[in-house]
Nanobody, 115 residues
Framework: QVQLVESGGGLVQPGGSLRLSCAAS????????MDWYRQAPGKQREVVAS???????NDFDSVKGRFTISRANAKSTVYLQMNNLKPEDTAVYYC?????????WGQGTQVTVSS
């Protein structure tokens, strides 16, 4: 079992920055690929960034060049640094991983980008 707890969301003006954190329980963290997803109202959940156990990061087209995923294995934590935020980034952001074919999700953290 893996428990994921996100934090760091909030209200920010366009062009601003936020850093999300996701703390994971269990001893398997360093071997897990970790992902950040988001879901805006009325839209499907989409992946925004992913990082392998070896630290290879991948951010997806909608956030490329603005969002950076990183991890601190000693803290069992994955981060999402979000810069130059836009109103269309408004969503609930979720941390995700999978282990032995089972998906694990955090409870989500709200990010609102508005002036």
């Amino acid at each position: 079992q893996v428990q994921l707890v996100e934090s760091g969301g909030g209200l920010v003006q366009p062009g601003g920055s936020l850093r999300l954190s996701c703390a994971a329980s269990g001893s398997m963290f360093s071997s897990l690929t970790m992902d950040w997803y988001r879901q805006a109202p009325g839209k499907q959940r989409e992946v925004v960034a992913s990082i392998t156990s070896g630290g290879s990061a991948n951010d997806f087209d909608s956030v490329k060049g603005r969002f950076t995923i990183s991890r601190a294995n000693a803290k069992s934590t994955v981060y999402l640094q979000m810069n130059n935020l836009k109103p269309e980034d408004t969503a609930v952001y979720y941390c995700h991983t999978s282990l032995y074919g089972k998906d694990f999700w955090g409870q989500g953290t709200q990010v609102t980008v508005s002036s």
